[in-house]
Structure formats: C-alpha cells, structure tokens
C-alpha cells in the first residue's frame, strides 16, 4: 500500500505520553527479549482455518499471561466487531492483562474513519511553523483502527505501515493520522516499534526531536539517521534474535510458561497467505518479524540514557 505524505515544516518537535512510568538517570533494563507466538500451520490444523473467533484470541492472551511478560503485542487487526460476546471477552482479557499493545495501519480506503484516542500520539495536535525544510512522514485520513471496544483497555496502539516491500531498509518511525479526530491539522501517532520502545522503557514523555535539515532524530538521548519519511534504518540482523512458539502449544499448555518472564510477547498470524517484503539483505520474511526485528533494533541499539 502506498501511503500519501504530508508534509510538515522545520522546527517540528514531537511529544508522545501514553505510558506510565518516568526515566530516570542511570536505569537499569532487563534484556530485550522478544518471543513471537505464531499462528501456524500446526495451529491451523488443530483450531481450524484464521481468523479465528475473538473468544480464542482472549484465551491466548490469558495463557502467555500466566508467564508474566513485559508486554503483549496483538499482531492482528480488530477494526471490526464480530460477535458481541466475544469481542467482550477479549476486551475483557485485554484490560485484566493491563500490557497489551494493538496495531494500527493507514488504509486508502474510503470506508468511514474511526476515531483513534489522542492518548497514544501527541500531547497536542501538530502545528505548522515556516521554514525552509519540510518533513513528511506516512499519512492517511483513513485506516484499520482497533475498534473503541479493544481501544479502551489498551495500554497503547502503534502503526504497522512500510514503505515497500522490496530491498526494505527500515520502517517509519511515526505516521500521520487524522481520520475522525475534529482537529484539522491530524495527529501523530508511533510506529508498532516505537510503541514498544517507549512502554518497554516506561518513559512518560517522549520526545521525538526532528532535524529535517540533516534528516535526523534524536529520542532517549540518541541521535540516529533517518529517511525522508521518518523511516529509521533497521539492522536486520536481529531476525536471529527473535524466539518463536506455535500458538497450538500455548493453548493447549504444552510449554514452560516461564519462557515469557519480562518479556516481549508478539501474538500473530504466520501462515502462507501473510504478506511478506524483501529485504535489504535479500530476506523475504513477513510482517511480524520486520515488527519484531525493528523493536528489537530500537530496544537494544537506543537504550535511555541520562539525557534522556
């Protein structure tokens, strides 16, 4: 999908809230460990053809709970309702578990915008300065938003969009969203990556500081290069580093739970119909590893540091 870039002008300074803990100076963090629970084809043969109902995802959800991860990632899209009691259990498996992070993603599409709660993007809505340099990032007035329902328990929401699908170098940082929020400037919101970055760290305000001049940023007190579209290059050697477990031996119990302790936990679709990107060093792998290589890269690479 090719996403229309807005442009927004020099001086531009981010501030994104949405997590619930301060950085202080010389913090220690666990090591960043990412475990992907993969729908795959031992769980499709088991629990039969995805997607499935809305109740099995809330049990999922409850059986990595019992490990005790860090966060929860729901790699999967819940723009739309289903059935009223099953969206009301995973709604409710959402709130008791208090760390689950969904995704988002800009769309083209012309169906009616849902409104995406300003608690995870910016403080306050983007305003235009003049200058000589512009900044543009992805944007979209449209996109797959998870439902209110899935919204209100979510410790926070981060956008899944890349820039191609072939020699992929890295993925955008933030995106612009305006959909059915009144303000007409739009919102900015983080990446998938970027929303695990800053609850990873518990970092209460986090502050996204753009040069357009030099196309850099500077966040957790680091300064890294970027493209013209906020993408931030991606080591993509931490596809190695990823851990996988099937989600058919998750549900039926069939692992050590302690496996998830303090971790990173991605819970979504692997079969052979999910997309799949080339990447820069000639990889063709799907969305939930570059999500997952990309959050590692920042986790380890970016760490807070007392200039933060």
């Known amino acids: 999908m090719k996403n229309s870039l807005r442009p927004l002008i020099a001086g531009l300074s981010i501030l994104i ?9 010389e913090l220690e963090y666990s090591e960043p460990r990412i475990w992907l629970v993969e729908i795959d084809n031992k769980s499709v043969e088991k629990y039969g053809k995805f997607p499935w109902s809305r109740d ?3 049990d999922l959800i409850r059986k990595v709970s019992t490990g005790s991860p860090k966060l929860i990632i729901i790699k999967l899209f819940l723009d739309q309702l289903k059935n009223p009691d099953q969206d009301r ?5 959402i709130q008791k578990s208090g760390n689950v992070i ?3 993603r800009l769309s083209r599409e012309k169906e009616a915008p849902t409104r995406l709660n300003k ?3 910016l403080k306050h809505p983007i305003k235009h300065y003049s200058g000589t340099y512009s900044i543009s990032m992805p ?3 449209h996109g797959w938003i998870p439902a209110p329902i899935f919204q209100e328990h979510a410790l ?3 956008f899944v969009d890349i820039l191609s699908t072939d020699n992929l170098k890295g993925i955008p940082l933030v995106v612009y ?3 059915a929020i009144s303000d007409t400037q739009g919102w900015t919101f983080p990446s998938l990556p970027l929303a695990i970055y800053r609850q990873f760290y518990g970092i209460k305000d986090f502050r996204l500081r753009h040069d357009p001049k030099a196309l850099t940023v500077e966040f957790g007190g680091h300064t890294t290069s970027v493209g013209e579209q906020q993408e931030l290059p991606v080591d993509w050697k931490y596809l190695h580093k990823i851990h996988v477990q099937s989600v058919a031996d998750v549900l039926q119990a069939d692992f050590d739970s302690k496996i998830f302790s303090d971790v990173i936990v991605i819970i979504g679709y692997g079969g052979p119909e999910m997309p799949r990107s080339k990447l820069s060093n000639g990889q063709v792998v799907d969305g939930n590893r570059i999500i997952a290589a990309a959050a590692l890269h920042l986790l380890s690479e970016f760490r807070p540091n007392e200039k933060h």
Do not use: E, I, M, N
């Open 56 to 58: 099995k995802y809330a």
């Open 102 to 104: 969904l995704q988002a």
């Open 156 to 158: 926070d929401v981060g």
């Open 139 to 141: 944007s979209s007035d």
């Open 119 to 121: 608690k995870f993007g």
């Open 17 to 25: 809230g949405a997590a619930p803990a301060l950085c202080a100076k």
């Open 177 to 179: 969203y305006k959909g």
């Open 89 to 93: 259990q995973l709604a409710r498996a």
